[in-house]
């Protein structure tokens, strides 16, 4: 990034910039090194319409850093609009290169996933942070997006199409024939709720992987060829010393 790469982006549109311009961000920094929120102001100076984050990190953590951007933006005297694409799961534990460094990655981050009315609380949060380009990546299923439109329905003016197939915050409920199934029928109750994961032998969070390399690293170099047995084999061994 920096200025020099600010003047390189210039005159590209917005995908190609947002694509030129990717970094990583976690609480401890660029993957690259260390992070400012006045590292954002490269984005517009560069002649980015939207400043913003995608991928890698729970709503939380985009959320925080997206208002560390506007931060720098403003402080820069400069304008955008502010984008947040988190994902669809819960990553409290993650490093700086976000959940790839999870253990669960990629085949068992189900226990992580949102709830819609997590995303509900994402939604509202993002919006008074100031963000108006409010999505997901991923993880995120159409119930998802539904809980974004519908949380944000009164400032949109208007509830999406697929609201007809629900009540809204349960309120279908209030017909089901069980009676404390039917006191759930309100948004208190599941703006409130703890869920619980039902794995009684799990931990609450995981160690992520450390292995000190990311982007320029030759160990990240993608060759045609398969990988052959004794690379593997130097693979599964780092592994285990890791653990």
């Known amino acids: 990034g920096g200025r020099e790469g600010g003047r390189r982006f210039k005159g590209r ?46 709503p939380e953590t985009c959320v925080k850093t997206v208002k560390l951007m506007k931060e720098g933006v403003e402080k820069a005297g400069l304008k955008a609009h502010y984008m947040s694409q988190p994902l669809a799961l819960h990553t409290p534990d993650c490093n700086r290169q976000g959940f790839i460094d999870l253990p ?26 100031g963000i108006r380009y409010i999505g997901g990546c991923c993880g995120y299923e159409p119930y998802h997006i539904r809980a974004v439109a519908e949380e944000l329905a009164p400032e949109r003016g208007f509830l999406p199409p697929a609201s007809e197939k629900h009540g809204s915050w349960g309120a279908g409920l209030e017909m089901h ?50 990988t052959s047995e004794p690379q593997l084999k130097a693979v599964f061994d780092k592994a285990a010393q890791s653990q």
Not at 20 to 31: S, T
Not at 104 to 129: G, I, Q, S
Not at 192 to 200: Q, W
């Open 177 to 226: 024939t069980k009676p404390w199934v039917r006191a759930r029928a309100r948004r208190e109750y599941w703006e409130t709720l703890k869920p619980a994961s039902g794995r009684p032998f799990c931990a609450a969070m995981s160690k992520p992987d450390c292995w000190g390399i990311s982007r320029g690293h030759a160990d990240l170099m993608q060759t045609k060829e398969a």
């Open 13 to 58: 549109n917005i995908l190609e910039r947002l694509e030129a311009g990717e970094v990583i961000i976690g609480d401890g920094g660029f993957v690259a090194g260390p992070w400012t929120p006045e590292a954002a102001a490269e984005h517009p100076e560069a002649g980015a319409d939207i400043v913003g984050v995608n991928c890698h990190f729970d």
């Open 104 to 129: 669960e990655f990629p085949f068992a981050l189900e226990p992580r996933v949102l709830t819609r009315w997590d995303v509900h609380r994402y939604a509202r949060d993002a919006y008074n942070a």
